[in-house]
């Protein structure tokens, strides 16, 4: 800890060096400049003077190179004094860089922390991007855990819980639910599908168990859609929806779970009916979380008659309103419900 | 397979078919809507020989229905058929002949905006241009009178007043599942319609 303490503090004490290294350039640079600037504005003058006097009296024009001489002695006397500051901040920075190579020296190698960090060295894959892209996903992965973390603690004060992970959960309470909603008797399950079908005749529900044990229910809504609500016992796994003239059945007369509808309306349902398949969750109560999920659905049933009851237009982005509210059942678009 | 209407979009004097097919296109694309290639509609006519007073039959094809042929009498009784049909129909010579002067053709580029299919493009009668048809389908509904007020809405955006009420042919059938046979029946009151402009137009021999 020290020693990298000591090598951070010679890193830091070398890029000062660098700092007053390139200061004293700067100023080399600058000083020869300006000498030169000054050099070439006298010319012009004393020409210029000259100039002057050949037209005046030959008399004077003793006096005049008299005069001149004495120019030239004053810009000798500049020029040295350039040359000496010149040689003064080259001697500085010949002593800053020896300075900084005795601080060089003693600076360690920088301990590399991984195989990235010498393939960023690497001068074949100078021109590859690898390492900036590395870099960058690592950068992702990092902000990927710190959103993760905070999604965890949001998720484990939200009481709506269908995940068995101890994390989320109080294990001891889930036992006690699960039993009630997943281990539910088929029978009782072919017999909420006739209730449903008796107390919704706009809709057409039926049964079948593709899978084993596990209820996969149909339901035709009017003229309109059709879905598909996987069970485990009495609770909503999987649901999907689709247009009417589309089919839950593949070409070789299987049963079709997991294609998607064509069309962009059914699809955007299918993931509003996905949350309110949460939304209705209700583990001490399977029964009524269902009919409460199907009587949300049945709101469908005017998918392409009603107007949102917000914008009161039938179309937003060319789709109508796809969202119903889960208390009301009234029509929104899915932009329209905030 | 969906809704669809059909609406004759007028072509103001002084103004080409193409150029208003342009615009018709570019305002489609500056609401969202995507080119998908191009779609094709004939409807052939064939008459009676022996039958007095004589009958007609409209055969259709549809780029959109590739494997079906439509027969439409005069009475509206619609067959749909394989496109075999086509060959019954030439061994039918002796009892109903084709008028190819009276083919006509439905031809333009076909749009996608979300679930809409739009088509526009421009009827010909046996070569020369007539006029410019419309159609807007809404493919995930079934029954027109669900959807009409969607179909209002974008139609309003699209050609404006013209889409005041649904197409006559379908008014009476708002209520029933849509089948593609209600769309041919719509493009056949239509290109009726240019036929008998055309008559009209036409000096008498």
């Known amino acids: 800890m020290n020693l990298e303490q000591a090598q951070a503090d010679l890193i830091l004490q070398s890029l000062h060096l660098i700092q007053k290294l390139r200061n004293g350039v700067g100023q080399v640079f600058k000083d020869l400049s300006d000498g030169i600037s000054e050099y070439v504005e006298e010319l012009p003058e004393k020409e210029d003077s000259e100039g002057n006097k050949d037209k005046s009296s030959s008399q004077n024009q003793k006096e005049s190179t008299g005069s001149s001489h004495e120019k030239s002695e004053e810009q000798h006397e500049k020029h040295r004094t350039i040359l000496k500051t010149l040689k003064k901040s080259l001697e500085t920075i010949s002593h800053d860089f020896s300075d900084l190579e005795k601080t060089g020296a003693n600076i360690g190698p920088v301990q590399m922390f991984s195989n990235i960090d010498n393939l960023s060295l690497d001068p074949v894959d100078k021109n590859t991007v690898t390492h900036s892209q590395l870099l960058q996903s690592y950068k992702w992965t990092n902000k990927m855990h710190e959103l993760a973390n905070q999604a965890v603690s949001i998720l484990s004060q939200n009481t709506l819980k269908r995940t068995q992970s101890p994390k989320f959960t109080n294990p001891k309470r889930q036992k006690g639910n699960l039993l009630a909603a997943c281990l539910a008797n088929p029978a009782a399950i072919d017999q909420l599908v006739t209730q449903l079908n008796q107390n919704n005749p706009d809709a057409k529900f039926s049964l079948s168990r593709p899978l084993g044990s596990c209820g996969v229910m149909q339901i035709e809504l009017g003229r309109t859609l059709r879905a598909i609500v996987v069970l485990r016992g009495l609770t909503i796994e999987w649901v999907k929806v689709k247009g009417y003239d589309e089919t839950f059945k593949t070409d070789d007369g299987q049963m079709d779970l997991w294609s998607g509808s064509r069309y962009q309306v059914f699809q955007k349902i299918t993931h509003h009916a996905e949350a309110a398949s949460l939304h209705y969750y209700a583990p001490l109560m399977p029964e009524i979380a269902i009919k409460s999920f199907v009587l949300w659905l049945r709101g469908f049933s005017n998918l392409f008659s009603a107007p949102c009851q917000k914008c009161g237009k039938y179309l937003q982005n060319n789709m109508p309103p796809t969202w119903r509210d889960y208390r009301s059942r009234e029509a929104f678009h899915d932009v329209c419900r905030m | ?205």
């Open chain 2, 1 to 205: 397979m969906g809704v669809s209407c059909v609406y004759t979009y007028p072509v103001p004097e002084g103004r080409s078919g193409s150029q208003v097919v342009d615009v018709l296109h570019k305002q489609i694309e500056t609401m969202g809507g995507t080119k998908m290639g191009n779609f094709h509609v004939d409807c052939e006519n064939y008459q009676s020989v022996m039958l007095n007073p004589a009958k007609t039959l409209q055969i259709l094809h549809s780029s959109e229905y590739p494997a079906s042929c439509f027969a439409i009498l005069d009475s509206g009784i619609t067959l749909v058929a394989d496109t075999l049909f086509d060959g019954l129909m030439s061994n039918l010579k002796n009892y109903y002949q084709a008028r190819k002067q009276n083919k006509m053709e439905f031809k333009g580029q076909r749009f996608q905006l979300a679930d809409f299919v739009i088509k526009i493009g421009s009827v010909s009668l046996a070569g020369s241009f007539k006029g410019i048809l419309v159609e807007v389908e809404y493919c995930p509904s079934v029954v027109a009178s669900e959807c009409w007020n969607l179909l209002k809405e974008l139609l309003h955006s699209l050609i404006g007043n013209i889409a005041e009420s649904p197409p006559p042919s379908l008014k009476v059938k708002m209520d029933e599942t849509y089948t593609p046979a209600m769309t041919m029946a719509q493009y056949l009151d239509h290109f009726n319609n240019f036929r008998k402009a055309a008559a009209m137009s036409q000096p008498p021999r």
